[in-house]
């Protein structure tokens, strides 16, 4: 009997020791996944800055207007003509929705905005989230 119990404790503490390197082991995979995970978040920041940079430069095809319409919608999200046209009448002083809506019509041809439509068939315009055209 003596001799079994020992054997059981010889082999709880072969347990405890492999349960020790795989709690080691685990807090190793953890700090790599931290790493990966810090490394990926930093290529998606600069991937979505890229590309910002992009549809600004794309948009000045289309003029200084163009411009403001594009960085307004890349930080505000998708908007309708008039919510548009209130903030840029905010940065430039005036806009008209008549140029604001010829605008928008330029930037979808140049392929840098798009049309959906939001709550009761509202059309919001919004950058386009996949490679633009030019």
Do not use: C, H, W
């Amino acid at each position: 009997m003596e001799s079994r119990i020992d054997e059981l404790v010889r082999k709880i503490n072969l347990l405890e020791e492999e349960l020790r390197k795989e709690r080691e082991l685990n807090r190793d995979i953890l700090r790599e996944l931290a790493v990966v995970r810090s490394i990926l978040s930093l290529s998606s920041d600069a991937y979505k800055t890229s590309k910002k940079i992009s549809l600004l430069s794309e948009s000045l095809k289309a003029g200084p207007l163009a411009r403001d319409i594009t960085e307004i919608l890349i930080s505000e999200g998708p908007l309708n003509i008039s919510q548009l046209t209130n903030l840029l009448r905010e940065i430039r002083g005036r806009a008209s929705r008549k140029t604001v809506a010829k605008k928008l019509r330029e930037l979808m041809a140049l392929g840098i905005i798009d049309m959906v439509e939001g709550k009761k068939s509202e059309k919001l315009f919004k950058v386009k989230s996949e490679g633009s055209s030019g």
